[in-house]
């Protein structure tokens, strides 16, 4: 129905804008002079009147519908469902909707099959509602619009403010994203906070965010003690950085220092292939090839090595990072002035010894700048580690372990479950919201100190 | 050579260059600089056979799941067993049954079971749906193809060692038996795997295809195309043309460079949080994807398209407001069109990002199971990303090829569009 509607709305949308046209056309006659905007900008202009504000209506209205008829559904069914608590009111509300959509587990009683009837005219009623609204509020645009014309109205001024509206609300749905994402982690870490002390959450040893099933049941409370995850997530980290700053800074160096053009056409590009394949390939060559190969490895020399090994998702991510790590070491070393480059040789110094005394510390800050920001995405990555790492939070450093990092905990904490009252699924939003806090903060100083760097020449 | 230098100066003892001591330093100086040199080739060799690594890897496990393993199998549809009334109802079970085990006659209860799961379990639902599409069948008898079961499908592909103990393979002796019985008699056959494309998803290796996923993959980045492309333009000409400079301006821009570098699962958890805990949206939804992927695209679309409307060089603009447009039809009809191909290779690749993208689908759901390809944007569906991390997950042998082959597929399309997008670029870039 709602696309329906939409389609409908297109059509009376292109009709104004015809009609616009040629009513246009008729009202200037032959008085080109005087005629202040062009015919096409009086078609636009009742294209918009039509147009849109029946779509912002219909817009609301599928906002607002859904909960809008769950309450008329409540209150039908008289007064003992409304002194109902919210879960048990959630819960006949969906199996009156499953009932109602025809999918039917056991037989449902009288009252919910009637509710379900119930529920279905009304959703029926209120779609055609939406449709008689929206047709009727597009005719009444149409005929606002439509009175407008006249030889000395300023469609195109008119038409250039609605792009303008447009193009501002568009650049506030950056700020509206981000406030959004800091609303939503905010409140649901509230809730969890409310359940869960902050400082346990913060300083506690023991995550075990399993919930009980039963209300007796022994051991099951629950703990939220993130300094494992955090720890874990720090140890892949590491690793990963280990593995990507050397490999990625000695690839820097030799394409801007040694490298011929026709070797760095070439391998620039392929160096690039490796940020562009996306992680969950990463993580599936975690687990297929490197995971069996470390433990083959491990098997050989005697050592016991996990399956959810950290070395292996935090090698990985280091395989992933090296790219990143590398073109922004490049972009440091090139920036640093040919002069220092030509003075350093012309004292005698040795093309090394040029690159290792002078143009590396010139161009550190650069490069710590792009350490900070790879750091920032090992941190916030997430498919490798969700399919390599381990899921047990456990107080280690050892890369041959299995450790748990953040973003797994929010995956496997949220995945399949949708319900946001119980602290399982709000632990995975205080987690979230440390993992942005930390991942803002880190690229903020990183860019500060790109930029700041930049302009020092 | 020895340079001689002015002592009464109170300069240092000239330098014999020549000598032993000088030559071993300056050896040793230049040994520094090609171990230096050294160490970058190790380094780029290292990434780049990481790269190797990785391709071929993907390669040898999935090439084989690009052919399937085949048995052809004459069935007779007695139009007294299927009603061409009610096709549907016919005892499918009994007449595909019938018909396998009538390939090794006078096999005793027990070893005709094992004799069937050779084939694809959903072998008479194969035939079923065949018949409903061409009812002309029925009274005849009609060659069918359909899969072998996967472990049978291993063994065709030489991926199961015969010499190992039988308790240690899938597959036992008696059915390693039929099976080159059945090879020998032509009735086995390794065609290109079009189920691989055509099929949706399944919980039978030989039957599980990717439909489902490109489909939901296609949805979601309609989704995202038609809200992020617009959008990302119209911010961009409004913030590089239009906005004061001021301090909300300088918020949205700090905001939008921001976003581009938050972790993809915070998208996911807005989406979860937003989209279907606030708005009550489907779960599994390719729109809720769509939207939490455009909200990720923006940022770059946005980026790309003010440094491109950046590059449009003044005179342009000066000539159009000068014979009387409007900022905005100067913009419209000269800036943007000419900004045009740069805008929309940024964009191929923000694309070619959010088709890669996991972490938010899944925190939305979208890896349901799926056994039908998606057709709107409100249905449950999976995307091909998280297909992939389904099928890494499942125990059966088959889904490894499989889920090498589904990523094989995905770099495909990555691979598409980039190279899209550098056609574009060297198509249509001007200097100015």
């Known amino acids: ?457 | 050579m020895t340079i001689a230098l002015d002592d009464s100066a109170g300069l240092r003892a000239p330098v014999d260059w020549a000598s032993a001591e000088m030559k071993a330093r300056r050896k040793s100086r230049y040994a520094a600089d090609t171990r230096l040199k050294f160490y970058g080739l190790t380094a780029i060799s290292m990434a780049i056979g990481f790269l190797l690594i990785l391709f071929s890897s993907l390669v040898l496990t999935g090439y084989k799941a690009f052919v399937q393993t085949m048995v052809t199998v004459e069935i007779r549809l007695d139009p007294e067993q299927v009603n061409r009334d009610d096709i549907f109802n016919a005892p499918w079970r009994t007449i595909v049954q019938s018909a396998l085990a009538d390939l090794e006659p006078g096999l005793d209860q027990a070893d005709r079971r094992q004799f069937l799961q050779i084939f694809t379990p959903n072998a008479q639902f194969l035939v079923r749906d065949r018949v409903i599409a061409n009812p002309d069948m029925i009274g005849r008898t009609v060659s069918f193809t359909f899969p072998l079961a996967d472990p049978l499908d291993q063994l065709a592909k030489g991926e199961v060692d015969r010499s190992l103990p039988e308790d240690r393979r899938r597959v036992n002796d008696k059915q390693i038996g039929w099976y080159d019985g059945l090879n020998e008699r032509g009735l086995i056959s390794q065609p290109f795997n079009t189920g691989l494309f055509l099929n949706a998803d399944s919980r039978f290796p030989e039957l599980a295809g990717l439909a489902g996923a490109i489909s939901g993959s296609f949805w979601a980045l309609l989704v995202c195309f038609l809200l992020s492309f617009p959008a990302g333009i119209a911010a961009a000409i409004y913030l590089e043309e239009f906005a004061p400079k001021n301090r909300i301006t300088d918020l949205i821009e700090v905001n939008i460079n921001n976003l581009a570098a938050v972790p993809s699962v915070v998208f996911g958890l807005l989406g979860l949080a937003v989209f279907l805990g606030l708005f009550g949206l489907p779960r599994s939804a390719p729109l809720v994807g769509g939207m939490v992927l455009a909200l990720m695209t923006l940022p770059t679309i946005i980026i790309v398209t003010r440094a491109s409307l950046k590059s449009v060089p003044s005179s342009i603009r000066e000539a159009a407001l000068g014979i009387g447009a409007s900022k905005h039809e100067t913009i419209i009809h000269h800036i943007l069109p000419l900004s045009m191909p740069t805008i929309l290779t940024g964009t191929i690749i923000g694309l070619a990002q959010a088709l890669g993208e996991t972490a938010p689908l899944l925190l939305i759901g979208m890896n349901a199971f799926i056994t039908s390809p998606t057709t709107g944007v409100l249905e449950a569906s999976t995307a091909l990303p998280t297909q992939i991390f389904i099928w890494a997950d499942s125990p059966e042998r088959g889904f490894v090829a499989r889920t090498s082959a589904a990523i094989l597929v995905l770099l495909g399309f990555l691979l598409a569009m980039n190279a899209i997008a550098i056609f574009l670029r060297q198509r249509f870039e001007r200097r100015w």
């Not at chain 1, 046209?21 to 062009?38: C, D, I, M, N, Q």
């Not at chain 1, 209120?126 to 047709?135: D, E, S």
């Not at chain 1, 003075?343 to 010139?362: D, Y």
Request: proline share 4%.
């Open chain 1, 1 to 457: 129905m709602a696309s329906t509607v939409f389609f409908i709305l297109l059509i009376l949308a292109v009709l104004g804008y015809v009609a616009g046209l040629f009513r246009a056309k008729v009202v200037r006659g032959t008085a080109y002079r005087e005629f202040h905007s062009l015919p096409i900008y009086h078609g636009l202009n009742i294209a918009i009147w039509t147009g849109v504000p029946a779509l912002i209506i219909v817009l609301m209205w599928l906002l607002f519908q859904g909960a809008a008829v769950d309450r008329i559904i409540l209150n039908s069914l008289g007064t003992e469902v409304t002194s109902l608590d919210a879960a048990q009111q959630a819960l006949l509300l969906s199996e009156i909707k499953q009932v109602a959509a025809g999918r039917i587990f056991r037989e449902p009683t009288g009252e919910i099959r009637a509710a379900a009837d119930f529920y279905n005219a009304v959703v029926a009623n209120a779609q055609w509602a939406m449709l008689v609204v929206a047709i009727s509020i597009a005719l009444i645009g149409f005929g606002v619009g439509y009175r407008m014309v006249a030889v000395r109205f300023r469609a195109r001024h008119s038409v250039e403010r609605s792009l303008n509206y447009f193009m501002i609300f568009c650049s506030v749905v950056a700020i509206a994203t981000t406030a959004g994402i800091i609303v939503s982690l905010l409140y649901e870490a509230l809730q969890f906070f409310a359940r869960v002390p902050v400082a346990e959450f913060f300083f506690g040893l023991n995550w075990e965010p399993q919930i009980p099933m039963r209300e007796d049941q022994v051991a099951g409370a629950g703990a939220f003690g993130a300094v494992p995850v955090f720890l874990g997530t720090l140890v892949i980290a590491v690793i990963a950085m280990a593995v990507a700053t050397p490999i990625g800074l000695f690839s820097a160096v030799y394409l801007t220092e040694f490298a011929s053009n026709s070797a760095r056409a070439i391998i620039k590009p392929l160096l690039e292939i490796l940020a562009g394949i996306p992680t969950v390939v990463y993580g599936f060559f975690a687990v297929l090839t490197v995971a069996p190969a470390l433990r083959g490895l491990g098997d050989w020399m005697g050592i016991g090595v996990s399956p959810n090994a950290a070395l292996v998702a935090g090698g990985v991510m280091g395989i992933m990072l090296i790219p990143f790590i590398s073109s922004l070491s490049d972009d440091a070393l090139t920036a640093v002035p040919r002069a220092v480059r030509d003075g350093s040789l012309a004292l005698g110094a040795t093309k090394g010894e040029t690159i290792r005394k002078v143009l590396l510390p010139a161009a550190l800050p650069g490069i710590v700048g792009g350490i900070l920001l790879a750091l920032s995405r090992a941190i916030g990555e997430t498919m490798i580690v969700v399919m390599a790492a381990g899921l047990i939070a456990s107080l280690n450093v050892n890369p041959l372990q299995s450790v748990t990092t953040v973003t797994v905990q929010i995956v496997t904490l949220l995945i399949g479950d949708t319900s946001f009252d119980n602290p399982k699924t709000l632990a995975a939003f205080a987690l979230g919201l440390v993992l942005f806090v930390i991942t803002l903060a880190l690229n903020v100083v990183a860019l500060r100190i790109v930029r700041k760097y930049r302009e020092q020449y």
